[in-house]
């Protein structure tokens, strides 16, 4: 039975530099679900894509789940945070120190790492790395999940219109070019991206795209370190991913295990523009976290 929510302000971390949103609800809450962690998509604040994080966040707490979304050092209202050499460095500490606010507020609950786009690579990477997270939902990761039917479909839709067509008279050679190399991929291989996931790109402020290998590797390890994941895709970026199923694909073996779950909210934009959208979020994640052991 769904009840209401309250939300508290934090001030949080050894440096007291970082802000967040505890949000829990006002009914009893469910002794085995985890208390979810929202990371930062982009630049933008702990609220996320048209106010993602925020939907996710109330809606769970309705349903007996606890949340924390916060802003990472020198996002929204958190201080930049000092004596860190590269932004992985200070991401992974804001984690951890977000992680350590939430047990010590019920030392015996899960924790789940949540996060959009950038904040995606930023669950995976520090899921990982930190021991106490025993769940992440990845959603719209950047990677290589191209495949026949995804080169089907966007071939499919661009042939539609008038302007793709205007585009490949006008250059055909070009065109062929860049259709084979979508097709059979830089190495001959189907849909594989070479480029690898570079420390100096997020070093820079930029997280990298997964190659096909290096998100395998990450499968792997998840499985590995008996933590559990739900990637979420959206239709949104036609470049990544535009049918259910296709992560299943990509990563056959690891998408057997029961650790690495997937699913598709096909028609909805990156950003979860359309509250149906969001909607579709709220139930994906909380139906996990009822289903799931961690």
């Not at 606010?101 to 015996?108: I, Y």
Request: net charge neutral.
């Amino acid at each position: 039975m769904k009840t209401g929510y309250f939300e508290r302000a934090q001030v949080i971390g050894t440096s007291d530099n970082l802000f967040g949103i505890h949000c829990r609800g006002t009914g009893p809450e469910r002794p085995d679900a985890p208390v979810v962690l929202m990371v930062n998509a982009g630049l933008i604040h702990r609220v996320g894509p048209n106010r993602a994080y925020a939907h996710l966040a109330r809606a769970l707490a309705e349903e007996g789940i606890p949340s924390f979304r916060f802003d990472l050092s020198g996002i929204g209202d958190s201080d930049r945070r000092e004596g860190v050499s590269s932004l992985q460095e200070a991401v992974a500490q804001d984690i951890a120190e977000s992680v350590t606010f939430v047990k010590s507020l019920d030392p015996e609950r899960p924790v789940v790492l949540l996060g959009i786009c950038s904040g995606a690579f930023d669950a995976v990477e520090n899921g990982l790395a930190d021991p106490r997270i025993k769940g992440v939902v990845p959603i719209d990761p950047q990677g290589s999940f191209r495949t026949p039917r995804h080169t089907a479909f966007h071939y499919v839709r661009r042939m539609a219109t008038v302007s793709s067509w205007r585009n490949a008279l006008r250059n055909p050679v070009q065109t062929l070019r860049i259709a084979h190399q979508r097709i059979v991929g830089t190495n001959g291989v189907e849909g594989l991206d070479t480029g690898e996931s570079t420390p100096a790109l997020v070093r820079g402020g930029v997280r990298p795209r997964y190659s096909r290998r290096s998100l395998g590797d990450k499968l792997d390890e998840i499985i590995k370190a008996e933590l559990t994941a739900l990637f979420v895709f959206t239709e949104g970026l036609e470049e990544n991913y535009v049918y259910e199923g296709q992560f299943r694909d990509c990563y056959p073996v690891q998408c057997r295990h029961p650790s690495v779950g997937h699913a598709f909210i096909p028609g909805s934009d990156h950003t979860f523009a359309r509250r149906a959208d969001r909607d579709a979020l709220v139930q994906l994640v909380s139906t996990w976290i009822k289903a799931t052991r961690f």
